[in-house]
Every structure is written in structure tokens, then in C-alpha cells.
């Protein structure tokens, strides 16, 4: 699909292109010089939720922060029984 660069250095972006991308009017793109090839990457309008459950898949960081507390208490407990010993 060949573009025409206007006098103002702009490039439309064909319809289908902006449906297929969900490209609206005022969203962002980043431009990548990929070595000899330019690439328009749309960029998430929220990327926090655009990241959400990417980690998914991994240990649950919740689960490893109770059981870390769980062990502290029990070293906590165990200290004060030695000290009332």
C-alpha cells in the first residue's frame, strides 16, 4: 500500500487500516526505524490496563508476600517465647 507524504511531512492513514487497528482521531502512535523499514505502532491508551494479566501465568506475587509475612510472624513469635524463656 503506497502513501504520498504531503509538503507538511503528514501521512494519512487509509480507512481499513484505522478499522482494523481501532485508530480514532487524537490517538497516539509511536514511529520505529526498524533499520531501513518505518513502522506505525499504535500506542494503548491505557497501558496499565493494557497490562493487565500479562504475568498471569507466573507466580501469584500476593500469595508469595502472605506466605512471607506468615513466615515473619512466626520468627517474630519465636523470639518472644526465647525472651519470656
Given at each position: 500500500?503506497?502513501l504520498?507524504?504531503?509538503q507538511?511531512?503528514?501521512?494519512v492513514i487509509?480507512?481499513e487500516?484505522?478499522?482494523k ?9 509511536e514511529m ?12 494503548p491508551?491505557d497501558p496499565?490496563?493494557q497490562g493487565?494479566g500479562i ?15 506468615k513466615q515473619?510472624q512466626e ?9 519470656k524463656?
Amino acid at each position: 500500500m503506497a502513501l504520498k507524504i504531503s509538503q507538511k511531512g503528514w501521512v494519512v492513514i487509509p480507512a481499513e487500516l484505522r478499522k482494523k487497528y481501532h485508530l480514532a482521531p487524537g490517538d497516539e502512535v509511536e514511529m520505529v526505524d526498524y533499520g531501513g523499514v518505518i513502522a506505525l505502532v499504535p500506542l494503548p491508551k491505557d497501558p496499565v490496563w493494557q497490562g493487565f494479566g500479562i504475568l498471569k501465568d507466573g507466580p501469584s506475587l500476593t500469595e508469595a508476600l502472605i506466605e512471607e509475612r506468615k513466615q515473619e510472624q512466626e520468627r517474630e513469635q519465636r523470639k518472644i517465647d526465647r525472651y519470656k524463656s
